[in-house]
């Protein structure tokens, strides 16, 4: 007798009888897809520019992207919201960014409904949605949905990936990591790196193995059963991490420039077709240097940086091509919505100079070309941070101007490929309908055959306010129906409404032409007035596709009802207080679990705490007290924060108390016990007292008087003369009796777990210190 079967919820339909031999059984019928329905594959590349991916004109070998792209669509006007998690908000819930509570990264968030970094449940996301429907559902890589406050083992957890729809997940929760000592996440719990750097880790492949893994466990048991794969490998976002002969694989490819390579990507996208006929290549950005301006050692330098990012990029197309490879060998690549994107424009957060350390820039800390130069060599390892600067990401963005975190199309219009053999006829074919990343979501469910929901998990929806664009897979010539979109970005604003494009720049069309550095400038009610009155440019980009010809003064009466377009969809989706900071709001205080906190106690062997969850010691008077006992010559790391690029590390070593501060990669300062540690048990401190103000501006922190105690009896003290002023770092939080990922010195090799008995580590930020004014001058003395 076959199985019989009823809906959950519905009366039972089988027979219950006095007995077994007189009744009938039924069960509820388990969830189950449509039969036949396509798998879901997104693969959100970071910090990608229009011009970086072979397809679309670059030099750069992506030939695993190129051939979804010879098998699909590629789309030539789709639009982000110019920075990470804002547009990833966007493409998993089909909602805009301000919607989403996503004005900005979640360490941005300020306290306005618009940008409180905690994405409602009402705007649910397509895992979410799929799960409902019967489908495996899985998140790789890069997270940055979760606010940082809530990305501890404290939780709460309904925001992490496993509270959002999807059912395993595997990455890390932050906006960038270590591609060779990342902080990892297995579902709701931290994980080590299965290898070391030295054994041949990368970051990236290891995310493709969880990948396939992923896929593969469920579909030996359940082969029918669809999936919706959520690929993010944080790749191409800074540091730009790869071995040396993936990059070597470039070399002397850059030594041209970037204005030659604008030049060489421009009309090979003409040459495509990427480009209408007629469009321009913007002009030079003010901003940059004419590579024939820059000095021997600058190219030098700069070639190198750009020869290990398309290496980084040629290594990343390789690991997508291993999964496109397991899809197809598993036979789903046929039937399998996969869509590529990148989040943003290229960035040019390396500054003009290039970075060897991402970090500087979230501190305001200027680049030096002497440090570029030293660390040439060792680019792409895991020793630097490192990024390229201002020209190859202007290059990366060819044909427009700008890049990521602004508004201008160099900033929003990003690669889109969309390969779907059983569902698009064309083959590498190019689209140009209008289209924004809100618009994936319900363009999967429409080709998926479902309704957007009226509740999830029990919460009633909001509705989707982006539109499907499935009609143009098959039909080139498809109307656009997506007619207006807003965009705001550190106060940066544009709007498109039916082929027109105001833009609204702030500081202005560059740094050079405002005056002012890299985002100095603050949006005050004064200066709102004169932007609204004089800052904003008109394009018509139904006939200047890259805005290379501003029409406002022609134009007057359409400027002002752009404008006034603006400012009603920012009512609609909640976008003001506008707020042009950009580091400075990182240091902005935001709930925590425990309110008002002022002394924390971290124990051996727990998880590592994130930066924006620990105590936040930065410019402040605090102590660092630990407990412990010493046998057999006990050494190692007491506590740590950061890593190569910025932190601290409180350790024990050659019987000595060691305190070693790293300032954004760019000055090491170490303090060592005039006296040993004896055997048993004791109280080792660290303490630190504020001597003069900082200068946040300039990327200085407070400087101070950095002491040591053992059984509070002072044993050392050294005068720092500068301290990070705004952030220790995205990535490699807080450990507890051991220094995760890479080191905040090379005193020692990571991870120097503590070998003897550490009860807990107490840092108490109240300000109270211990005062020993004669243990203080007999230690000066016995220093003279």
Request: aromatic letters at 10%.
């Amino acid at each position: 007798m076959p199985l019989k079967e009823y809906e959950p919820g519905k009366a039972f339909n089988g027979v219950a009888g006095r007995t077994f031999e007189e009744s009938e059984p039924s069960w509820p019928s388990p969830m189950r897809a449509r039969k036949g329905a396509a798998n879901v594959v997104f693969i959100v590349l970071d910090d990608t520019g229009f011009g970086q991916l072979g397809c679309y004109g670059s030099p750069i070998r992506t030939p695993n992207l190129d051939r979804l792209a010879a098998g699909g669509l590629r789309y030539n006007n789709l639009h982000t919201t110019a920075l990470c998690s804002p547009s990833r908000s966007c493409i998993l819930t089909g909602r805009n960014h301000h919607s989403n509570a996503m004005a900005c990264i979640t360490e941005g968030a300020t306290g306005y409904p618009g940008s409180n970094g905690i994405i409602p449940f009402e705007n649910g996301f397509l895992s979410e949605v799929l799960l409902s429907q019967g489908y495996n559902t899985y998140a790789v890589g890069k997270w940055h949905l979760t606010p940082a406050e809530q990305s501890s083992a404290a939780g709460p957890y309904d925001r992490w990936p496993l509270g959002r729809g999807f059912e395993r997940y595997y990455g890390f929760l932050g906006g960038d990591t270590h591609q060779y000592y990342p902080d990892l996440v297995h579902d709701n719990h931290q994980v080590r790196p299965p290898k070391t750097p030295e054994q041949g880790y990368h970051l990236t492949e290891d995310l493709v193995d969880h990948a396939i893994e992923f896929i593969a466990d469920s579909r030996q048991v359940a082969p029918d059963k669809p999936f919706f794969l959520y690929f993010a490998p944080g790749a191409m976002h800074a540091p730009h991490q790869v071995p040396r002969e993936w990059a070597d694989r470039y070399k002397g490819q850059f030594d041209d420039g970037w204005d030659a390579y604008r030049e060489k990507v421009y009309k090979q996208q003409m040459k495509l077709g990427l480009l209408p006929p007629g469009t321009r290549l913007s002009s030079r950005d003010p901003d940059v240097q004419a590579w024939s301006s820059l000095s021997a050692d600058q190219r030098r330098l700069y070639a190198r940086m750009m020869e290990v990012f398309a290496g980084f990029l040629e290594h990343t197309d390789n690991q997508i091509g291993r999964l496109i490879q397991f899809l197809e060998g598993a036979g789903q690549l046929e039937n399998t919505i996969l869509m590529v994107v990148s989040d943003n424009g290229a960035s040019a957060e390396g500054g003009p100079n290039g970075s060897v350390n991402e970090n500087l820039f979230f501190n305001n800390v200027p680049e030096r070309l002497e440090d570029g130069l030293a660390a040439i060599d060792e680019l792409g390892g895991p020793k630097h941070f490192n990024h390229y600067p201002f020209g190859w990401a202007w290059a990366g963005n060819t044909p427009f101007r700008r890049w990521k975190r602004e508004t201008y199309r160099g900033g929003t219009s990003d690669p889109f490929i969309v390969h779907w053999p059983k569902g698009i006829q064309a083959k590498g074919e190019v689209r140009s309908q209008y289209a924004h990343v809100i618009d994936m979501l319900p363009t999967v469910l429409e080709c998926l055959g479902l309704e957007p929901p009226k509740q999830v998990r029990g919460v009633t929806q909001s509705p989707i306010q982006g539109v499907s664009f499935a009609a143009s897979f098959n039909d080139a010539k498809a109307e656009s129906l997506h007619r207006t979109q807003y965009f705001e970005m550190f106060a940066h604003r544009s709007i498109y409404h039916d082929g027109w494009r105001a833009v609204c720049p702030v500081p202005g069309p560059s740094f050079a032409e405002a005056g002012v550095g890299f985002g100095e400038m603050i949006v005050t009610e004064e200066k709102l007035r004169e932007l609204d009155a004089h800052g904003w440019e008109l394009y018509h980009v139904a006939e200047d596709f890259s805005e290379t010809r501003n029409v406002a003064a022609k134009n007057r009466e359409k400027l002002i009802e752009m404008v006034a377009l603006w400012y009603v969809e920012a009512g609609k989706y909640n976008v003001l207080p506008l707020d042009s900071r950009g580091a400075t709001r990182l240091a902005d205080d935001r709930p925590q679990l425990a309110k008002g906190l002022q002394r924390y106690v971290f124990f051996p062997g727990t998880s590592t705490v994130s930066n924006k969850i620990a105590p936040r010691l930065l410019n402040r008077p605090h102590s660092i007290t630990a407990t412990v006992e010493i046998q057999n010559g006990a050494e190692g790391v007491l506590v740590a924060q950061g890593g190569s690029s910025g932190g601290y590390s409180l350790y024990v070593k050659d019987h000595r108390l060691h305190y070693a501060y790293n300032y954004v990669g760019m000055e090491h300062h170490h303090l060592a016990s005039n006296v040993t540690i004896p055997e048993g048990r004791h109280e080792l401190r660290f303490e630190f007292e504020p001597t003069g103000q900082p200068d946040i501006n300039h990327g200085r922190g407070s400087p101070g008087r950095a002491q040591l105690y053992i059984d509070r009896q002072l044993a050392g003290q050294l005068q720092l003369p500068v301290t990070i002023p705004l952030d220790i770092g995205i990535t490699e939080g807080l450990t507890c009796g051991r220094d995760e990922g890479s080191s905040v010195t090379t005193d020692y090799s990571t991870p120097f777990p503590f070998t003897g008995t550490l009860e807990q580590v107490v840092v108490d930020v109240s300000g109270d210190v211990i005062e020993d004014k004669e243990a203080e001058m007999r230690n000066i003395m016995a220093h003279q």
